[in-house]
């Protein structure tokens, strides 16, 4: 039987490097408005929740089936508010429309996120019978080719570790891409945590479909790649 998943899209209005980054417009849609579409078309998402303290992004939200605005008080709207406040603060909300087994966290700045990443993760915790899910992608440079500055002897280190090394011959290593939470809701609220010791796995993205955006650069990547699949 499939489970009851609920999506929580959390978009606050405040953003010093891209500023009103949710509701910029990519390649025609508001950012945050190609998280809604991709949503729309999954297979295992009940209801979703849109919370923020932007009126523009209640407004989008609105106009989307089973999509829930949810104002978000200013306490969880700051700089310094942390993710799992602001998602049992929308699974509080939730509470009032039934009841669901999942939480799936969705940032509007992974636009190029597909409904099949959202559904083949789902899948992936079903088959697993897992806690929790986390996406990630593989690392365009590998950490081993890094190294703090702090002296020169960490550099000089650094350096010597690097003799004959090929990138080739280098261990691949995967980071966290924002995309993808999914946990189960009683856990959850057991551990207040997204992130889980056990029964918690990895689920894989492309490279362009794990796209964040922070930057205008990042931007301005993301609506390249879009434009290139037009």
Partial sequence: MKPKVL?????????????????????GLPLIAHTFEAIKQSEYITATIATSDCPEV?????????????????????????????????????????????????????????TQDIDNAIALYIEKKAKGVVSLTKCQHSPQWATPLDTDIEFKEFIKGLTNTRSQDL???????GAIYLIDRTTLLKTNKLFLE?????????????????????????????????
Avoid: W
């Fill in 7 to 27: 999506a929580i899209v959390p978009a606050r209005a405040g953003s010093k490097r891209l500023p009103q980054k949710n509701i910029k417009p990519l390649n």
């Fill in 198 to 230: 056990d029964d918690y796995y990895p689920f894989i993205m492309s490279e362009e479909n794990s796209v964040d955006i922070d930057t205008k650069v990042d931007f301005i990547i993301a609506e390249a790649i879009l434009n290139s699949q037009l």
């Fill in 58 to 114: 209640l407004r989008i939200s609105e106009q989307y089936t089973n999509i829930y605005p949810v104002n978000r008080p200013a306490e969880l709207a700051s700089d310094t508010a942390s993710s799992i406040d602001v998602v049992l603060h929308a699974v509080e909300f939730a509470n009032k429309i039934g009841l669901f087994d999942v939480i799936c966290l969705l940032q509007p700045t992974s636009p190029l996120r597909t």
């Fill in 171 to 177: 261990k691949e290593f995967y980071q966290l891409n």
